[in-house]
């Protein structure tokens, strides 16, 4: 089930990026639809999934569950099986995944999917302009839950797991990355630009990008020319090399980071020298 919400996700995201292609138009509607329909599809499998894992079949199926394997495996076979309505399913799934932000977000967009699809209700211009933003934003937020629910089988981060080319142009949409990043100043003060998107969404109270769903063990030095604590840098890898390129999140300031063998910190290199810790009593040369 998993593996087949990932499939929807990806196509819809083929859908939102061809949509690109042509402007900052919004969605005409039968493309709304397609788009809309792929996503609450992947949203109802991936709760269904989650049920199931944790739950076992029976916390997902309808009254009448089968009471014996051989009986589950042959409505299996057939295709027999029913599980609950998503609405029964949606409020277990809640509890085992997500937050209250995510839930409120899928269910504004199901009401969206349920005016569109089900009642045929016509949405004007400005709905459909919204609703490019929305899909974008609900389709990564997707993505991020599958790797949460499912990551020893699925890619880890949007950009691998829709691939970078499909990435790129998903996250181009100037009013998505507009909306975004002001989502994001409402959340924390502390908003960096991301490094996978370039997006100026990345929480540090939250230790995540709003725009596309990095998150990672990250450290952050002070710039030199902003004095922010804002610089990125491979902590991870930095003792076993002599320095590391280095960039600011909230500047435009480039340079190196390295790391003091004696004093186990790390720091700023200045251009042009070698790097020499800033820390260490003796000033020793960084391994």
């Known amino acids: ?166 990435f790129d142009k998903l996250i181009a949409f100037d009013p998505y990355r507009y909306r975004v990043e002001n989502v994001a100043r409402g959340i924390d003060q502390h908003v960096l630009k991301c490094i996978m998107c370039n997006i100026r969404a990345y929480s540090v109270e939250l230790d995540k990008c709003l725009g596309c769903g990095y998150t990672g063990d990250l450290r952050f030095l002070q710039c030199p020319d902003c004095r922010k604590y804002a610089v990125y840098y491979d902590h991870g890898n930095l003792p076993i090399n002599p320095a590391l390129p280095a960039l600011c999140g909230n500047c435009t300031w480039r340079g190196r980071a390295a790391h003091c063998a004696k004093c186990n910190d790390d720091y700023i290199a200045q251009e042009g020298r070698r790097p020499v810790c800033p820390w260490s009593d003796d000033h020793d040369v960084a391994e």
């Open 1 to 166: 089930m998993l593996h087949n919400a990932g499939v929807f996700l990806r196509k819809a995201a083929e859908e939102i990026a061809g949509h690109n292609d042509v402007g900052d138009q919004p969605f005409d509607e039968d493309r709304a639809a397609l788009v809309t329909v792929l996503i609450q599809t992947a949203v109802e499998l991936a709760s269904t999934a989650t049920v199931i894992k944790h739950d076992g079949l029976a916390g997902a199926m309808r009254k009448g569950f089968p009471q014996t394997d051989a009986e589950t495996e042959q409505r299996w076979q057939t295709g027999n099986i029913q599980t609950k309505t998503f609405g029964e399913l949606k409020i277990r799934a809640a509890a085992l995944f997500g937050d209250n932000d995510f839930w409120s977000l899928i269910d504004d967009f199901q009401n969206r999917r349920n005016k569109l699809v089900h009642f045929h209700r016509p949405l004007d211009e400005s709905e459909l302009f919204d609703l490019k933003y929305e899909a974008t934003h609900v389709l990564i937020q997707m993505v991020v839950t599958l790797g949460a629910l499912e990551g020893d089988n699925l890619p880890e981060g949007t950009a691998s797991f829709l691939g970078q080319h499909l």
